[in-house]
Structure formats: structure tokens, C-alpha cells
């Protein structure tokens, strides 16, 4: 058995004092491929599923629907595994960046994002 790296274990503590979870106790978390910039979904966590993504390395989430922790790909075998993570600047939402096996989104599709197309009205970027 390997002792871990301490040097690269977060200090979950510290930064969960700079994340501001919404009134539900949860903040959204934007999933993105790391090597491609692909976004691939949303989910949304509350400090136990930050905490445990963070130190794991798998994305965990909290299903508001099921009213349960949820780590992606534990069911499915579409894996999320963890290369970084950034608050933004308010500290109310997280992006993490991941290797994504199969697919992300629960239609069997690789992103949540490419089913539907919404185009803006024509001429509104010009305004």
C-alpha cells in the first residue's frame, strides 16, 4: 500500500469557505472535457459532493430528484475523472474539467448540449 501525496491533497476546508452555495444548499457545476473544451453537462453539488469530488477524483453530484449522492458512471460506467476544478469569480459556480468516458448525458449522448440548437434572432448580436 502507497502512502498519498499529501502535497496534493485539496484543503477542502479552506476552500469551501469561498463557495457560496445558493439557499437549497447546492451551486451548479459546469462539466467540460479537458483536452477539448467540449461542455458536456450540469449538475449540481452541495459541500459533501464538492468535498468528495475534490478528494476522489470522480465527480460526484447531488441528484435533486433523487435526493441523493450520485457519482457519475458508478451505474452506467460513464466515468468523469477529475484533472481540475475552478470557482468563478463569485465562488457560486464550479467548472470542472474531466476525462469523460462514454457518454456524459443520461440520453446516451456525449454532451447534454447538442440536441437542441436554439439560434438567436437574426441581427440581435448587432444591437
Known amino acids: 500500500m502507497?502512502?498519498?501525496?499529501?502535497?496534493?491533497?485539496?484543503?477542502?476546508?479552506?476552500?469551501?469557505?469561498?463557495?457560496?452555495?445558493?439557499?437549497?444548499?447546492?451551486?451548479p457545476a459546469i462539466?467540460?472535457?479537458h483536452d477539448t473544451r467540449e461542455v458536456l453537462m450540469l449538475g449540481y453539488m452541495d459541500?459533501?459532493?464538492?468535498r468528495r469530488t475534490l478528494t476522489e477524483g470522480r465527480v460526484t453530484f447531488w441528484s435533486r430528484?433523487?435526493?441523493?449522492?450520485?457519482r457519475k458512471g458508478d451505474?452506467?460506467?460513464?466515468?468523469?475523472?477529475?484533472h481540475q476544478a475552478a470557482l468563478d469569480c463569485d465562488g457560486d459556480t464550479l467548472l470542472v474539467e474531466v476525462d469523460q468516458i462514454g457518454a456524459a448525458c443520461h440520453t446516451g449522448d456525449r454532451t447534454c448540449f447538442?440536441?437542441?440548437?436554439?439560434?438567436p434572432v437574426e441581427g440581435a448580436?448587432?444591437?
Not at 47 to 50: D, H, I, R, S, V
Not at 114 to 119: N, S, W
Open 65 to 70: 430528484s433523487r435526493q441523493e449522492y450520485w
Open 2 to 27: 502507497t502512502t498519498p501525496d499529501v502535497t496534493k491533497i485539496p484543503d477542502v476546508d479552506s476552500i469551501l469557505t469561498r463557495v457560496r452555495f445558493g439557499a437549497d444548499g447546492l451551486m
Open 31 to 33: 462539466i467540460q472535457q
Open 125 to 127: 448580436a448587432a444591437e
Open 114 to 119: 447538442d440536441a437542441d440548437q436554439l439560434d
Open 75 to 82: 451505474t452506467s460506467g460513464h466515468v468523469q475523472y477529475v
Open 47 to 50: 459541500a459533501e459532493a464538492l
